[in-house]
């Protein structure tokens, strides 16, 4: 394989622009790129004659603006090329009218009340820093999706208004340090996206992983991930060919896959790309998760990307690596070789622990998700509770500064192998904290609460948005200050005092911390119901709608359809859990306990007073159990009944995780617990262990 020669090649990215495209052309589509504006439909004309012709000899037939609507996932129309000729012909025809916009109706999506059903009508517009490309034989134009009054129904607008904001506040912050030259500040994003692959025989047997992705009953396996054998292990040969293959078609794509390997439960992996801006990175994260279903089903697998598939081993994250740089490459988190000394480095650090501190109901909306419930706080996640880690380097500067001490330099610790053929080293200045949710990890953050499944463009919205919030009033500060650089020091030793509460360097996984973090006043909002009511807090309203992100409006539709789809996921959750509980499972325990007795009373006949003492414990065993079963089954169905009364979209999802998802925990107990009392030719499910351990 030629990787540089299949980079891309399904991409109409700048150098396949620049071989077609007139160069007149070329120069004003990237002009409008660059400065973000509206594209000239005679420009658009031209694109789009050249975008077909590529996309025709690539062996495209139709196209499609694909977006990003609320339901989480990308959603595409396709149409094709043809235009009807005379003679009952047709020739193959697309116009710049329809490349930069198109009208799917958008009355199928949610919109969180903003839009009644009859008003269908809603637009696509292309978002050209984001390149087209070719999926399965449609020429996929990305595209932001409103509706015809005018608000945002997608996911990518804000993200790229939050990009602009930063853009805006971060210039503002650069030229008070006498930077003249950036003309652009841009937030980068590398996205680590964890997953399960299982057999697709298996997976298909198993109604929970079908309806919900993740497994609603199941004993716990003779072996879990306590041997810490998998993390970093041999790539078995059927993973690693589905790894070559899916490497393959994300290059092909343009898509950076750098990084793969084992991850910490058993048939758990990774895929880490290389950072781009947060507008491409996750476009790029999104048609790496589509990708890798799709080559998972061709190798006759399966890829899980829920949050928590499985119960006892870790669940999937999605470590959103974010940092902020300028046009011409420089990263703005890099804290050089002295730290102490970077004054326009520590205002952006500050800023950015301001942000977190202040904004820490945001941080953990933007991981909030039914699956993630499962997930943070959990053994392998950070907990719902929101910090920092700065290491040690940078704590002894900040500290040098709040308290105006001298700040001593430590040297770089020598790493002594102690073998003579190994060489010395010299170590990082800070370990790695592998707890924390929110990590500064060299030149960058990684923001570890994300869950797997997410479209991180919500999250980096967010992210962007606290901090160009800070940057504003940082700038605002500043702009008036006589002599920059001491304004800067007392500003940042103020704004330490104020937020230092918000770092912590030790154990997130540790009770201590939990407690600990209460006695700081730091929010520990542990479920999404908790957390989401905040997102509409007058303090949000104002923040978002300062910089021009969402409107209030926007703002109460985006909640509401949150809110909403939790209350959706844990009723079909209820719904499958039922459905087995009642057609598979009651119906499997009882014939074992029926094919027991009749065993015992065969016995008993055959060999007249041969004790048959084993199977009657069992079957009393089951028979309690069972019983108990039955009982729970009627506590969930009632529960799921009782979702009908309840008003408010909040108070309803306060009642699905209170009494739905509470009763679905106990009915499952007691299924565990007789599967593990059971013969598995009898159980109507393949195990945990077949799951975990077949690939
Ligand atoms: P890990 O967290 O597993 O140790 P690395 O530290 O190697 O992994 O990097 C993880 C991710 O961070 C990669 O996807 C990488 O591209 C991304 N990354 C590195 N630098 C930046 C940056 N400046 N901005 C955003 N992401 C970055
Ligand atoms: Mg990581």
Not at 74 to 101: N, R
Not at 227 to 238: C, E, M, N, V
Not at 583 to 597: G, H, M, N, Q, T
Request: net charge negative; with cysteine; charged share 25%.
């Amino acid at each position: 394989m030629n990787v540089p020669e299949i980079f891309g090649s399904l991409v109409f990215n700048d150098a396949a622009m620049r071989e077609r495209l007139p160069k007149s052309t070329f120069k004003a589509l990237k002009k409008t790129i660059e400065e973000g504006r509206a594209l000239d439909i005679s420009v658009a004309n031209v694109v789009a004659h050249s975008m077909k012709e590529w996309a025709l000899e690539h062996g495209a037939t139709h196209y499609t603006h694909w977006f990003q609507p609320m339901t989480g996932i990308t959603a595409e129309k396709h149409d094709s090329f043809i235009t009807p000729t005379e003679g009952g012909g047709v020739i193959m025809e697309f116009s710049g009218k329809e490349l930069i916009k198109g009208e799917p109706d958008a009355s199928s999506f949610p919109s969180g009340g903003i839009r009644a059903t009859f008003e269908a009508r809603g637009y696509t517009a292309w978002d050209p820093s984001s390149y087209a490309f070719i999926k399965d034989g449609s020429l996929c134009i990305p595209t932001a999706f409103c509706s015809y009054t005018g608000e945002i129904l997608d996911k990518k607008t804000p993200l790229l208004r939050s990009m602009e904001v930063m853009n805006k506040q971060g210039l503002r912050l650069l030229r008070l340090f006498g930077d003249n030259v950036t003309e652009r500040v841009i937030t980068t994003l590398g996205p680590e996206q964890e997953y399960f692959l299982i057999d697709k025989e298996i997976f298909k047997q198993r109604k929970d992983l079908i309806y919900c992705g993740r497994t609603l009953f199941g004993a716990r396996p003779p072996k879990g991930q306590e041997l810490d054998d998998h993390y970093f292990g041999t790539i078995k040969p059927r993973v690693s060919a589905y790894m070559k293959e899916l490497d393959e078609a994300l290059w092909k794509y343009g898509i950076y896959a750098k990084t793969k390997h084992n991850e910490v439960a058993p048939a758990q992996h990774e895929l880490a790309p290389i950072f781009d801006s947060s507008n491409i990175a996750t476009d790029h994260n999104q048609l790496t998760m589509a990708t890798m279903k799709d080559i998972a089903d061709k190798h006759g697998l399966v890829c899980l990307l829920h949050e928590k598939p499985f119960a006892g081993v870790s669940g999937s994250g999605k470590h959103n690596n974010w940092s902020i740089s300028t046009n011409t490459g420089k990263n703005l988190l890099d804290p050089s070789k002295n730290p102490r000394e970077n004054t326009l480095f520590l205002v952006i650090l500050a800023a950015v622990i301001k942000a977190v501190d202040e904004n820490q109901d945001l941080l953990r909306i933007a991981a909030a998700s039914a699956g993630n419930d499962h997930r943070l706080g959990a053994v392998e996640a950070p907990p719902a509770i929101v910090s920092m880690y700065l290491g040690d380097e940078l704590s002894d500067v900040l500290r040098s500064i709040m308290y105006n001490e001298e700040y001593k330099k430590k040297d770089a610790p020598i790493m002594k192998t102690n073998a003579d053929v190994l060489p010395n080293f010299v170590k990082d200045t800070s370990d790695r904290n592998r707890t924390s949710p929110f990590a500064f990890t060299g030149n960058k953050f990684e923001f570890r609460s994300v869950g797997s499944s997410e479209n991180v463009a919500c999250t980096n919205t967010i992210l962007n948005t606290i901090v160009a919030d800070a940057f504003c009033d940082f700038a605002d500060e500043l702009e008036n200050a006589e002599d920059i650089r001491s304004a800067a020091e007392s500003l940042i030793r103020k704004t330490l005092k104020a937020h230092k509460r918000i770092i912590f360097n030790g154990d997130n996984y540790s009770a201590e911390w939990v407690a600990e973090a209460e006695k700081r006043g730091l929010l520990n909002l542990r479920t999404l119901p908790d957390a989401l009511p905040h997102y509409t807090d007058e303090k949000n309203i104002r923040l978002f709608g300062r910089h021009g992100i969402y409107t209030e409006v926007e703002l109460r539709s985006r909640t509401d359809i949150i809110l909403e789809n939790y209350c959706k996921i844990i009723n079909i959750e209820a719904l499958t859990a039922l459905d087995m509980a009642k057609k598979d499972i009651f119906p499997a325990v009882s014939s074992y306990i029926r094919d027991l007795a009749q065993t015992a009373s065969l016995v008993s006949s055959v060999v007249p007073g041969l004790t048959v003492s084993a199977e009657t414990e069992l079957i009393k065993k089951l028979s309690n159990l069972l019983a108990c079963f039955a009982n729970k089954i009627d506590i969930l169905d009632k529960a799921v009944l009782g979702a009908k009364d309840v008003e408010g979209i909040k108070e309803s999802a306060f009642y699905y995780k209170d009494n739905v998802l509470s009763a679905m925990q106990e009915l499952r107990a007691v299924a565990d617990e007789m599967e593990s009392n059971m013969s598995s030719k009898y159980w109507p499910y393949p195990s945990y262990g077949a799951m975990l351990f077949s690939v």
